[in-house]
């Protein structure tokens, strides 16, 4: 039987609302899928609040069908400079 990861989330308060949970569930069930958990790189540093979601990121880890990815900014060609509103390319 799958894990359901979507449930366990709901079961434990952390999920206050989603547009189509069926179809989020059956996205979640197939294998390779990748989750991204974002970081302020602007911030001086991790605080509490960011341990809910890289405690998320290791649950879905340990499940195995999923590969969680922590992000401090944008990924690939277009990536940007991380400040909220700016539109500049890092290095520019």
């Known amino acids: 039987m799958l894990h359901?990861?979507?449930?366990?989330?709901?079961?434990?308060?952390?999920v206050h609302q989603t547009t189509d949970a069926t179809t989020l569930r059956d996205w979640l069930a197939v294998p390779g899928r990748r989750v991204y958990a974002g970081f302020d790189p602007t911030a001086?540093?991790?605080?509490?609040?960011?341990?809910?979601?890289?405690?998320?990121?290791?649950?879905?880890?340990?499940?195995?069908?999923?590969?969680?990815?922590?992000?401090?900014?944008?990924s690939g060609q277009r990536?940007?400079?991380g400040r909220a509103g700016d539109g500049r390319r890092v290095g520019q």
Not at 45 to 71: D, F
């Open 4 to 14: 359901d990861l979507l449930g366990e989330f709901e079961a434990r308060g952390l």
């Open 44 to 74: 001086d540093s991790l605080h509490v609040g960011h341990l809910v979601a890289l405690v998320l990121l290791r649950r879905v880890a340990r499940v195995g069908r999923c590969t969680p990815r922590g992000t401090s900014r944008g």
């Open 79 to 81: 990536r940007r400079s």
